[in-house]
């Protein structure tokens, strides 16, 4: 028996397992990661393998061909290794355009949706997964032993009910955005219990996880003016893009904020992404996007049943310039700015419309 060696062996066949090899060791990469081998690649393995094989065993003498000659074998042999070649050829190129689709499609679907208006000042903390740091056993952040008492609530008749709830939604049903307030002054008082009213809203594990800054300062309020209209000219010309910039054309907005100057008060909402407990560690504040959101829900319903009126602002990429010039901690996130006074007497808002109630209420 003669042993075949490396220089029998035609250049052809060599150049069959190094492309071979490098698409089987794709597919057996991909069969790892839990992704689907091609069927080309699985037939273009059983074909090197045929191939070799056949070659091996003619050149090796152990093929049993009966009266055949070995001669024959391999002028047949020879004669069909273009057809082999040219398969694999085949095979490779589907292999590799239906590899680089994939991928495509693969890149295009991780791709997160652009959302310029979500800054990183407006993300939810609770999104980076915070690794708390480990505190004594004896503090939790929440009292353990908190005491529990009776709930005594006031009950209404189902007439006092309906009356109340449809006087309540009438009240709140006057609520409007108002860009042009004036200058009056409004009592600090005012301010005091709607900002308490607020502070009644829940919130994840009773954290109450913000901030109410309230300026008054003539100075402060411009030095604020100045860093929302200087970015806000930015995201109406540049980050915005059309789509958002036509949908407000029609409430006639844009990067001037007048209002900022004029309003007796301004009160901009800081979510606190975690706490700090009495030794200094972090605690964490959960959801504590949502239960800031919520705090605000409450304070735009006591400005309106005050008789104040605002207009909600979040402003784009204004967070850690705010921060810094109200020197709030990092901590804090700037998640709404809300300025508050009275409209001023020839204050217009667009002639909008609510959804009725069958729009936006499922009953099952």
């Known amino acids: 028996m003669s042993s075949v060696s490396k220089s029998h062996i035609p250049a052809w066949l060599f150049l069959i397992l190094v ?28 074909l090197f393998i045929l191939h070799v094989s056949i070659y091996v065993l003619v050149h090796e003498e152990k093929l049993e ?33 239906k590899t680089k689709r994939e991928k495509e499609r693969g890149d295009t679907g991780s791709k997160p949706i652009p959302r310029p208006w979500v800054d990183e000042d407006l993300r939810d903390g ?22 529990h008492v009776p709930f005594i609530a006031e009950r209404y008749s189902e007439a006092e009910m309906i009356k109340r709830s449809r006087s309540f939604y009438e ?70 893009g059309d789509r958002w910039v036509n949908d407000l054309k029609r409430l ?36 504590n996007e949502i239960s800031v959101s919520i705090a605000c829900g409450m304070l735009l319903a006591a400005l309106q049943n005050a008789g104040l009126y605002t207009v909600t602002t979040t402003p784009l990429n204004c967070g850690p310039q705010l921060r810094a010039l109200l020197q709030r901690p990092a901590n804090e996130k700037l998640l709404l700015l809300l300025p508050v006074g009275y409209p001023k007497k020839d204050a217009t808002v667009p002639a909008l419309t609510r959804k ?3 729009d936006i209420m499922v009953v099952m």
């Not at 492309?19 to 081998?37: A, P, Y």
């Not at 604020?224 to 915005?240: A, H, L, Q, S, W």
Request: overall charge negative; hydrophobic content about 40%.
């Open 19 to 46: 492309v071979t090899s490098k698409i089987t060791g794709i597919t057996v990469t991909e069969k790892i990661r839990g992704r689907s081998v091609l069927p080309q690649a699985r037939i273009l393995k059983d």
């Open 252 to 287: 006639r907005t844009n990067w001037i904020k007048e209002y900022l100057d004029t309003a007796p008060y301004l009160i901009l909402i800081f979510k606190q992404v975690y706490g700090r407990l009495p030794n200094g560690k972090k605690k964490t504040h959960y959801y």
């Open 356 to 358: 009725p109630l069958e």
């Open 171 to 240: 009240l709140l049903d006057k609520r409007r955005s108002v860009r042009f307030l004036s200058d009056e002054p409004v009592p600090r008082e005012v301010i005091d219990n709607v900002i308490r009213t607020a502070g009644t809203s829940p919130s994840g594990a009773h954290t109450e996880p913000w901030t109410f800054v309230v300026v008054q300062d003539p100075d402060l309020k411009h030095k604020i003016r100045e860093i929302v209209e200087e970015e806000e000219e930015i995201n109406y010309k540049k980050r915005m």
């Open 65 to 97: 061909l009966g009266s055949l000659h070995i001669s024959v074998v391999m002028t047949l042999f020879s004669s069909l290794t273009p057809v082999f070649i040219a398969i694999i050829c085949v095979l490779i190129g589907v292999i590799l355009k």
């Open 126 to 147: 609770t999104d980076h997964h915070l690794v708390e740091e480990e505190v004594d056993e004896e503090w939790q952040g929440l009292d353990e032993n908190v005491a």
